[in-house]
């Protein structure tokens, strides 16, 4: 076996999930993390199919992910620990070409991954189908979006455009915009068949009253998409106390910075 730990992976979800942590966005066992490993950084771990400890994935696995190697968190983890225990609390998982019995490949001792695991992989298929470049998944209580789903638009177009008002970063990040799905239970199909959808066409996905997805090329992509959807989101709350007088940028505004940067809007979001 190769030396798992010494992947930058593992560096980059051991340093951010604890930053994460420190931002207040993953309380206890809020959160999970899943990065698919390149086909380099795989065979360097020079496992042998078959070999693992097998735990079953009920929801099924996608067969565009199908002989991939993902590292995941594990159920439970607190990620203010996970830099210090990368042993129990992240590990790497096989996903074999057959059958749904997938492989516990590194790490995750006496532990298994993430209980929202099922939705990852399905959320990575759906990713890699409109960017092969999309590596990792990231789920979170982002504090001030989730505020903003009490007090803000309910729907997800309005909601958006309210983040995109606020600051010029938010057209240029995340011009796709960001998905918006009403509050339903957590783990359910219904919210990973939801998710998925808007994940087709956006990196972004907010779950009301409970936490976001993002999707990203790296775990430092990922995280600097939720930080500037956050930083959008606290500029609206604050401007929303003091008076909320000032709309923020205009339609045009915000179509002159996407043009100027390069980026496409969302489509029919701004006339």
């Known amino acids: 076996m190769g030396d798992w730990k010494g992947l930058q992976a593992v560096k980059d979800v051991s340093e951010l999930s604890y930053q994460m942590w420190q931002k207040g966005w993953d309380e206890a066992n809020g959160g999970n993390i899943s990065y698919l490993l390149t086909d380099d950084e795989a065979r360097s771990l020079k496992y042998v199919p078959g070999t693992g400890r097998k735990l079953t994935l009920v929801e099924g696995i996608p067969d565009a992910i199908r002989g ?11 990620f203010r620990e996970i830099k210090d225990d990368v042993e129990h609390l992240l590990g790497v998982i096989y996903l074999p070409e057959q059958g749904n019995d997938y492989e516990i490949v590194a790490g995750l001792v006496d532990n298994r991954p993430t209980s929202e695991l099922g939705s990852h992989i399905t959320t990575h298929a759906v990713r890699l189908a409109v960017d092969p470049d999309q590596r990792v998944v990231m789920h979170n209580h982002a504090t001030h979006v989730l505020a903003m789903t009490h007090t803000g638009p309910t729907n997800e177009r309005d909601f958006t455009v309210a983040l995109w008002r606020m600051i010029t970063e938010g057209v240029v990040v995340f011009p796709d915009g960001v998905g918006l799905i009403p509050w339903c239970v957590a783990g359910t199909p219904q919210i990973a068949k939801e998710t998925n959808e808007r994940m087709k066409t956006r990196r972004c996905v907010v779950w009301q009253y409970h936490g976001v997805f993002t999707a990203g090329d790296s775990m430092h992509d990922a995280f600097g998409l939720l930080e500037t959807v956050d930083k959008c ?9 003091a008076g909320g007088k000032n709309p923020g940028i205009s339609d045009q505004g915000l179509i002159d910075t996407a043009k100027w940067y390069g980026t496409t809007l969302h489509e029919g979001y701004i006339s």
């Not at 991939?68 to 607190?78: P, Q």
């Not at 989101?233 to 106390?241: D, F, I, K, P």
């Open 233 to 241: 989101a606290e500029v609206w709350l604050l401007s929303q106390s």
């Open 68 to 78: 991939k190697y993902i590292l995941v968190t594990a159920t439970g983890s607190y």
